[in-house]
């Protein structure tokens, strides 16, 4: 059946790195395709609708919006520019038919943009260039456009998307232009390559209806909602349509409630949709990603979204902590569960296991970053929960030998401090790739086995008096590498429960670092800070001055504390050994022991 072109609509989605403006210059084609009434008050990064995406400035869910522009329909897919949610981007990839490839001027591009422009590529999708922030001092746009080629030729690209064009412009400021010498006043001209370069998605006329869902969401009145593209045929609101998951399944009978199309940030209520069109279908139940909706006379599944495996673990347990319940509600078993598979329903990427304790399961993402996304909406939602160290996932070769994963880790900090970087990496057992000079910078390529990056990114902010940009992406599997030195440093851990004393941290300052504060509640077991030998070392931390009528000199002395930083929820994860555990409730982070007493410590270290 021969295909035609639609020449209505253009599906285009959009990738970049971490801050190169992605999110600012969707806003500005908001503006200017007049998706905003004039002197409406909007929001910057107004993409960026969950907390945490503010919060860190990175988006972690796609999501999906449309503007109209000359009466042609845009449906822009705004894609994460973390590998960790790379299961979200290979999900909506599927749905656009080109990609709007976004870099910074100066820094070009980056670990990110590289995986995501391998998806891309991988799909068959046009690329248009789009070199931002050309205003910014120290710039480098020619530079930068013959360093997205070569990578391009790197991800073997096909020649007719090596052909790409190139933008130049600010999405800040709102403007784009196809000659670097030639400022313009707005974005037509972005607007007018996406239209000309992006093909219109295929349609075959009276084929039978196939929508793949890429996506999901939820609604308390109409249940589950489908995202999907309709790639063949048309689907109309109260048809009878059949779910299929993959070409070997039975298909399930359903009945379609309402479609719905982007409008803007919103949604409008339709009554139709045709092939290539961008809709979201309610009222078929227990649908899920990578599901087929056809043609009950037809039901012809579509080739399953592929998705990466995971390449980290760790565990999530019920708390066991003295101060349960105290600070948010302590899940119980069934209920971590039940939390950890409706997350699973959305996070294709995310796999959850059972383990031989029934309160403790062992959850599976693409990272760190991945993971600790989910604990801290938990947290947020006002549960506590117990997590253990994050580990590698391995593989076994074909010929019996251990693979571990891989990844390509890109360190930009000042030349004075790249010895230091180097020593650090190298002994992780890292492999430097290139290295060259940015500007002031010294741009670090290194290949590092994934269990050599956990803690990483701590030790070089430290080295570098928080001087370096580490950025990392997953490169695949190697034969293990070998053993790595565990952490050097043991830990301070507390005696036994009550209030931190002043007097009590003051007396102890010399022996190491510390990560609580004067104040703070303790209990036996709980991790308070960092020894600076390599054993662990348990204090009282609750003994208090004793007060007697002796005068002494030197006894009015001011007792001054070393300030504290506390760790975040990524650092502590980073940190905690083998037998440690994070305590995680809405307002505290606190490390502890999994034994929390001394005596079952030793017991356990002698068998």
């Known amino acids: 059946m021969q295909e ?14 971490v801050d190169h403006g992605k999110t600012t210059l969707v806003d500005a084609l908001f503006k200017q395709a007049g998706v905003f009434r004039a002197g409406q008050q909007v929001a910057e990064c107004v993409m ?58 100066f820094e070009g591009p980056m670990p990110q943009t590289r995986f995501v422009l391998r998806k891309a590529l991988e799909n068959g999708l046009k690329p248009l260039v789009v070199v931002n922030k050309v205003d910014k001092p120290g710039c480098r746009p020619q530079a930068v456009v013959d360093e997205v080629f070569d990578l391009m030729v790197d991800l073997d690209a096909q020649d007719w998307q090596l052909d790409f064009p190139v933008l130049y412009g600010s999405g800040r400021d709102g403007w784009m232009t196809t000659d670097l010498d030639e400022r313009t006043q707005d974005c037509r001209a972005l607007f007018e390559s996406i239209i000309r370069e992006v093909p219109g998605p295929a349609v075959r006329p009276g084929a039978p209806l196939q929508l793949q869902v890429a996506n999901l969401d939820h609604n308390d009145f109409v249940g589950r909602i489908a995202i999907g593209r309709v790639y063949a045929g048309s689907i109309n609101a109260g048809d009878r349509v059949a779910v299929v998951k993959d070409a070997n399944a039975v298909p399930r009978p359903g009945r379609v409630l309402q479609l719905h199309t982007f409008d803007g940030l919103g949604r409008r209520e339709i009554k139709q949709a045709e092939a290539g069109d961008i809709v979201l279908v309610t009222g078929l139940d227990g649908i899920d990603i990578s599901d087929t909706i056809c043609d009950p006379q037809h039901p012809n599944a579509l080739p399953p979204i592929p998705i990466d495996e995971p390449t980290i673990r760790m565990t999530f347990g019920v708390t066991t902590s003295p101060m349960a319940g105290q600070d948010g509600k302590p899940l119980q078993s069934r209920e971590l569960k039940a939390r950890l598979d409706r997350e699973c329903e959305r996070n294709v990427a995310l796999r959850v296991a059972e383990t031989d304790a029934a309160e403790v399961f062992e959850v599976a993402g693409r990272g760190l970053l991945h993971l600790s996304v989910l604990i801290e909406n938990m947290r947020r939602e006002g549960f506590e929960l117990q997590v253990g160290p994050p580990r590698v996932i391995l593989k076994e070769g074909d010929r019996g030998e251990r693979l571990e994963p891989m990844e390509l880790a890109v360190v930009d900090v000042p030349e004075e401090s790249s010895s230091r970087v180097m020593a650090l990496i190298l002994e992780r057992r890292g492999e430097l790739q290139s290295m060259s000079n940015r500007g002031d910078l010294q741009h670090l390529e290194f290949i590092v086995p994934s269990r050599g990056l956990i803690g990483l990114r701590t030790q070089l902010l430290t080295a570098t008096r928080g001087e370096a940009i580490l950025n990392t992406v997953f490169q695949g599997y190697a034969p293990w590498c070998g053993e790595l030195s565990a952490r050097r440093n043991g830990v301070i851990l507390s005696m036994g429960p009550g209030e931190a004393v002043a007097y009590a941290i003051w007396n102890l300052q010399d022996r190491g670092r510390f990560f609580i504060e004067p104040g703070d509640v303790i209990y036996e077991g709980m991790i308070c800070g960092e020894n600076s030998k390599e054993s662990d070392l348990t204090v009282n931390l609750t003994k208090s001055k004793q007060l007697t009528n002796v005068r002494s000199s030197g006894a009015d002395d001011a007792i001054k504390i070393v300030p504290v930083t506390r760790p975040t929820l990524e650092e502590a994860l980073e940190y905690i050994g083998p037998d440690e555990l994070v305590e995680v409730t809405p307002h505290h982070i606190r490390l502890r022991k999994a034994m929390l007493k001394e005596v079952d410590r030793k017991r356990a270290s002698r068998q």
């Not at 035609?4 to 790195?17: E, P, V």
């Not at 990175?58 to 919006?65: H, V």
Request: aromatic residues 2%.
């Open 4 to 17: 035609i072109r639609r020449t209505d609509i253009r599906n285009i989605a959009i990738i970049a790195h």
């Open 48 to 105: 960026d609708s969950d907390d945490q995406e503010r919060e860190r400035g990175i988006t972690i869910l796609a999501k999906n919006c449309a503007v109209t522009w000359e009466d042609i329909r845009l449906n822009l897919i705004d894609t994460p520019g973390h590998a960790d949610f790379g299961g979200e981007v290979e999900r909506v990839l599927r749905m656009a038919d080109g990609v709007l490839l976004l870099v910074d001027a």
